[in-house]
C-alpha cells in the first residue's frame, strides 16, 4: 500500500515510490537523496511529531511533515 511518508510510525521501514513536490521542494527533497527506490526506516518524531527523522542510506535525516508528505511510500509490514 502506498502512502505519504509523514503517516508512518516510528520504527515501521518503507521504500520512496515518487516524490510528488514541484519547484524548489522537489528539487531540495531529491537533492537530500529521497529518491524512488530508497530504502528507510523511521527513527524518531518530536514530541508534537514534527520533525521526523529517517534513516537512509548510512546516515538519519530530519524532515518536517510539510515535506514528508509529498513523499509516497510503500511501508513494509514486517516493522
Do not use: H
Not at 19 to 43: H, K, N, Q, S, Y
Amino acid at each position: 500500500m502506498v502512502i505519504s511518508m509523514r503517516k508512518m510510525a516510528v520504527n515501521q521501514k518503507g521504500c520512496i515510490r515518487a516524490v510528488t513536490a514541484c519547484g524548489e521542494m522537489g528539487r531540495r527533497i531529491r537533492d537530500m537523496g529521497l529518491v524512488p527506490g530508497t530504502e528507510f526506516m523511521v527513527v524518531g518524531r518530536a514530541p508534537l511529531t514534527d520533525p521526523v527523522a529517517v534513516r537512509m542510506k548510512g546516515f538519519t535525516l530530519s524532515l518536517r511533515n510539510g515535506e514528508a508528505e509529498y513523499i509516497s511510500v510503500e511501508a513494509c509490514q514486517d516493522a
